[in-house]
């Protein structure tokens, strides 16, 4: 799966929102998470705050992969583990932890509060997920 959220805002209006969508690639296994730039999946949900999704900036973004049916709880796990040892570094942070690839960056006037800004868009992706 490939799981995105974006906060974006529209540049004629200064509308800002976040916009997330889920992805499924099948439940095929792979020994490295698929870059979603090359291999997305299919679009399975979504939810467009700010319409229409293309044209728009981005001023943060988080980007989960997993196998199709990974449980919230094991993909947000994964990523404490991830976000443990990269948050250090400066942003965009991107990389694995086991089947996992995680990529997040944000405009630097959101990374003072990235904690909160992350969370925000951890929410409506994670909302996408069946249950």
Known sequence: ?????QK??????????????YHEHGR???EAPPSPDRDPGK????RVRIDPPVGNRVRS??????????????ILAAFQKFL???????????????SYLFRLGMDAA???TWRAEL????VDAIKLLPS
């Open 43 to 46: 679009l399975v949900a979504d």
């Open 119 to 122: 969370a925000a868009l951890l």
């Open 1 to 5: 799966m490939y799981l995105t959220a």
């Open 84 to 98: 443990a040892h990269t948050k250090q570094k400066p942003l965009p942070w991107s990389g694995t932890e086991g």
């Open 28 to 30: 095929r296994s792979w």
């Open 8 to 21: 974006v805002v529209r540049p004629r209006t200064q509308e800002t929102g976040i916009n997330a969508f």
């Open 110 to 112: 959101l990374a003072k």
């Open 61 to 74: 973004y988080v980007d989960l992969v997993a196998p199709d049916g990974t449980p919230a709880k094991e």
